[in-house]
């Protein structure tokens, strides 16, 4: 899971794929907080760039399609 507000971007054989989380939707309400991203017919992933809201970054190399990080 990954906190409200970060922005996630997956670099993969030349494309960048994006998301930004998002918890909450109303009153009393929530969001599922994992991070899905589609790639495609991708096959492999580049790099991945988590950017938090205090202005860090994490970066993540080898990953595997198909798997699930906990960070």
Known sequence: ????GAQVTVY???????SEISTGRGYLSSTDPRVHIGLGKANTI?????KWTDGLCTYLFDQTIGTTVII
């Not at 899971?1 to 409200?4: D, V």
């Open 46 to 50: 580049d790099s991945v760039e988590i």
């Open 12 to 18: 993969s054989s030349g494309k960048k794929f994006y």
């Open 1 to 4: 899971t990954i906190a409200s």
